[in-house]
């Protein structure tokens, strides 16, 4: 077996675990809720993985306390274009680099928000590379709205670009009162997570094609069982 070669100038060292947390501070979670999840390197939110994999014992969790569970997804708007303009500002700048450091300002802003904020039980996670996803406790649909539009300020007023939202509410009422298996919630939460991402994207081709709708618009979309 041969020796490794060590570079000049960096001490060897062993690499992390696979499942190691970054422990990013401020942190992507309050109340506990995927504490154990790895983060993502960039944003420092949680890595998609993890966070998928909790998803439906963080629902049933609050659903069972009485509580619903309000589901956003933003995705940043013309990220493609800010991508492709920035090697006229910084040549070294371009491509993924110039990705990477803005998802990584975008989720600095949304850690420090969810830092400030008074929120119990929530977590903040990447989804789709340039998407993020905040996951709540709340109480009522009017809530988490004014808790969606306060990170979407954050983000729309740090960033180069606006961040438009997906959002929906799962109360106790839509779920079945019995729920047997890990098949079920994940389709529950395939079909909820579907239904988001619909309105978003629907209302984006909508305004792509001449609808007025405004940058950093927030959409609310119906979701409930599969019956």
């Known amino acids: ?50 966070f998928f994999a909790r998803l439906p014992a963080l629902i049933a969790d609050a659903i069972g306390q009485g509580d619903s569970v309000g589901l956003a997804i933003g995705d940043v708007d013309h990220l493609k274009d800010y991508v ?47 998407e993020i996803v905040l996951i709540t406790a709340t109480v009522a649909e009017q809530e988490f709205l004014t808790i969606v539009e306060g990170l979407r300020d954050q983000l729309c007023a740090g960033l180069p670009r606006t961040v438009s939202v997906g959002t929906g509410v799962i109360s106790p009422a839509d779920l079945p009162t019995t729920v047997v298996g890990d098949h079920w919630w994940r389709e529950f939460i395939v079909h909820t997570i579907g239904a988001i991402e619909h309105s978003l994207f629907d209302h984006k081709h909508a305004r792509n094609t001449g609808a007025q709708i405004a940058q950093g618009f927030i959409a609310h979309a119906s979701v409930g069982a599969i019956r």
Not at 6 to 19: G, I, T, Y
Not at 93 to 104: I, T, V
């Open 84 to 130: 492709e303009g920035a090697k006229a500002v910084d040549a070294q700048s371009f491509g993924h680099l110039a990705g990477n450091a803005f998802m990584g300002r975008l989720g600095t802003l949304a850690r420090n928000w969810l830092w400030r904020s008074s929120l119990e039980r929530s977590c903040l996670a990447t989804f789709g590379g340039d």
């Open 1 to 50: 077996m041969s020796t490794p070669t060590r570079l000049p100038d960096f001490p060897s060292r062993p690499a992390p675990a696979v499942d190691a947390r970054h422990d990013r501070f401020p942190p992507p979670t309050v109340g506990g809720w995927c504490d154990d999840a790895r983060d993502d390197p960039i944003t420092g939110l949680v890595a998609w993985p993890g």
